[in-house]
Structure formats: C-alpha cells, structure tokens
C-alpha cells in the first residue's frame, strides 16, 4: 500500500480535465491498490469508500469531464446551465453512502421545490405528489384512502435503504416489510394501478412514477418503481443539487482527494495492458464494454454473458433557454421541480408501450425539469430561465423528437413555444457519444425487465465479483440499478475491501 503521506500529495482540480493528475512512483513503477475505469457517481463512489479504507485509488476517465451521467454544461447560451443527463434525485439524497461520505461538508447543496411532482390531466386539473402521504391522498378524492393504504406501510428511509441493497441480501429486521413490498412491487404498473385505483388522478400519477422504469408499463415489476418514487417523495422529496448536477460530482472528487485518491480524465482504457499495477480494477462500464476491454482475462463463459446484456430504450432530450418561466395552464405545476406531461393514465401506458416496441411515442410521455424555479443559480442572465425534458424512444433511434415533445408541453402550457430564446437536443446517439456507458441511448444501466433488474447483470450471489479475483463490477448495471445514489459502487467496494483486503465493515 502507499504511505498515507504520499497518497495525500496527489490531489489535482479534476474539474478541469486533461491529465492534470500527478502519479506516486514506486519502487521504479507506479503502483496503486485499487484503479477504478469510469468517473461516473457509482465509479467515484466506489473509490472514496476505497480511499477512506486507506487505499491508494486511481479513477480513470476516458472523457474530459467527470461524471458520467451526472454532468453539466451550458448547453444552449452562456449563462444558462442545463443538466446533460440526470437532474432530480431523490435517491441522491436518500442514499445511505452519499449521507455517510458527507457530500454537503464539500459543498453538495440540495435544493427543493414546494412539490415534489405535479402531473397535469386533460381535464385542467392537476395530480400532486406532496411530501406528506396524508395531503397527497386528500387530493385524489376517492383514491386517497387507497393512496394511504398503498404507500404508508413503506414510508419510512430505512425501509427504502434496504430497497437499495441486492434483494437476496436483506438488511437486518427488513425481510417482512420486503416480503410484503414485494407482493405489490412484482406486479405490473397497470394491473396494480387498475386494481387499487378507480380515479385517473392517482391512475396518471403513479404510472408517470413507474414509468420511470423505461419499460412497458403493463411488464411485471413495473410497479416497484411507481410506488419507490412515490415513497422517496413521502420520506425525503424530489431535489436537485444547486448549481447543476455536477455538484455531486464535484463533491465526490473533493471527497476523494481528501483521502488522497486521485481522478485523470481523458485516459480512455481499451484493455487490461493499459492499466497501472494494481491489486483490485472496478469497472463503472457497461457489461460489453467490460467483456471488451478484459478479453481472455474472463472466463469465455461469463464474457458472454456479459455480452448478453440487454440495454432497454433511449431518450431524446431537449433543454431550453427562455425569457420566462414555462407559462403553466395550471398553476400548481409552476410549485413543483418535476412535472409529468402527458395526460391520462392510458396515454402514458400508449406512449410506453410504443417506445419498449420500437416506435418512437406519437404523443410521448415528456419529463420536465424546470431547476430554474428554485435553483437561480442556473441562470445568470437577468431574468432567464431553463427547461429540460425528455421522453423514451426506442434504443438507438435517430429521428428527432422534438417537435413531439414541445407540443405535448405546448398542451398544457399554451405559450410555452415564445419563451424559446435556443435549444439544444440530443438523442441516443449523442447521448452515448457523451457517454459511451448508454449504449444506444439507454441511460438506465440496463433494460428494466424483471430478470435483468432483479438479477443483473446476471443471476449471481455476488453480482459485484467476476471469476477472476482481480477484477470487479460497479457500474448501474449491477443492483439496486440506475440512478444517482453511488450505492453499486458502495457494494462493488465493499466486496474488494473483504475479498481482496481483509477488510470488512469499512
């Protein structure tokens, strides 16, 4: 291992990308504990958990920006700063590892909106989802009762913690509470939200929660992401990190540096022979470009499945820079960080439905962010502001949808289109060129289908580990999946401290 007084000396502003990070030599060559391949939120996770133990860490990032899926940029003016991929998190601020490394002490600032969720109808009235379960259901009129029967059961964050965990391994004292999750989260989207609900308000605001889940809303298990986001509403909410998404990077790296790891941006890995000495590599990769770069080092079994892999569908994304908030027919949704377009219940089903068969959506369902509200940060022209939406379209798709997705905005926000100063769009092609770890556009580490999400990337006891003792997964394509909340990282690390160090419990 490094000395503790060397492993301090390499510290670098990773932010600024380029090879600005110095190396330790060691007995004539350089030597590391553990290299980590990929700078996104699980990858850096899982090398400040790493460093903290004591390790000499390297991350490496083949772009010039870390990230990953947790960047920004002033994408349409200057002036006006977008996320380029995730932007609300309501499992960055729910994960136990984020809250354990203590991203505010280096500068994390979550901000929140007086709503988590607003989902306009086709009617002119509006489905909430409020902090508390008991306001939520007094607005869903003949639903509320079976609103608060649904979530309250659940709305508690050790319960959703032990829901960011591999499954067949249950936090201590939480199997009955699974158990009974699991009974309702195995089921499809539609056939519980028809079962359980007569109104469309509760209808339409739960499948916008489970589609969520880039899936076909009428697949089993789809309801486990309805009701997990539903329930991070009820027990923390819907934030965004101030300034941009790349706060929470921006917080691991300070994180990581403290411990005297290290982050060198445009160092692109094609193989094993281009790593330093190392006694442990973490991939945050996708599983082919795993099986690529690692060759005959895996076993030919296992690299094909890993190849196996499936990847679900992309999105088209569009942000805007505008002279004024996004003029709502409605004003509650002008109260709320996120808010679902589409319409009624069956229109999001439609539109889901459409983009899992390989079409993309004719009416889609569009997820609008609008950070700016809340966040003045984001904007430093006068009185301007952002939009950021998307919508799923089939993976690796190539049209542009964004005349689809300003008019289902334009529906229920009529106006919306002459507050447009630019855009900027990206579609599944760009986003992987981005990001090369969304393959095809698919920013969900994998598809969704009940397998693959329970088990992936493949049925495993230990998904983290591969067959060679050296080499490990901690990418969103291992559990509890996509979404920015560094706990595949946290597990990956956890099975290197015992596995390759002896350490457990770090």
Sequence with gaps: MVPSSNRAARSCNSLRGGNGCRMVETGGKTDYDAVVVGAGPNGLTAAVVLARAGLAVRVLEAMPVPGGGCRSAELTLPGFVHDICSAVHPMGVLSPVFREIGLEEHGLRWVRSDLPLVHPLPNGEVAVLRRSIADTAAGLGVDGKEWRRTMAPFAREEFVHALLNPVWWPAPGAMMSLARFGWLGLRSCEGLARSRFDGPAARALFAGCAAHSVMSLERAGTASFGLVLALAAHVVDWPCAEGGSQAITRALIRALEK??????????????????????????????????????????????????????????????????????????????????????????????????????????????????????????????????????????????????????????????????????????????????????????????????????????????????????????????????????GYHAAQTVLNRVFGQTGA
């Design 259 to 488: 411990f005297g790891g290290e982050v060198q941006t445009e160092a692109r890995v094609t193989s094993l022979a281009e790593l330093p000495p190392s006694r442990a590599v973490l991939f945050d990769l996708s599983p082919h470009q795993v099986a690529a770069i690692c060759g005959g080092a895996l076993p030919r079994r296992y690299a094909d499945r890993l190849r196996r892999f499936r990847h679900g569908p992309g999105i088209f994304k569009v942000d805007w820079a505008l002279d004024g908030p996004i003029p709502w027919r409605n004003a509650e949704c002008a109260r709320a960080m996120t808010v679902h377009v589409c319409g009624a219940f069956e229109d999001v089903l439609r539109s889901e439905w459409q983009a899992t068969r390989g079409q993309p959506p004719e009416q889609p369902f569009v997820l609008v962010a609008q950070q700016s509200l809340f966040d003045r940060t984001r904007v430093l022209a006068g009185g301007g502001h952002t939009g950021w939406a998307y919508c799923h379209v089939p993976n690796g798709f190539n049209g542009d949808m964004t005349e689809r997705i300003e008019t289902a905005i334009e529906r229920f926000a009529p106006g919306f289109r002459d507050r447009i100063i630019a855009r900027h769009r990206i579609g599944p092609g760009q986003l992987e060129a981005h990001n090369p770890t969304m393959i095809g556009g698919d920013m969900a580490g994998g598809a969704n289908d009940l397998s693959q999400f329970l088990f992936r990337p493949f049925p495993k006891w230990n998904p983290y580990a591969t067959p060679n003792p050296r080499l490990f997964l901690c990418s969103s394509s291992t559990p509890p999946g996509g979404g920015v909340h560094g706990m595949c």
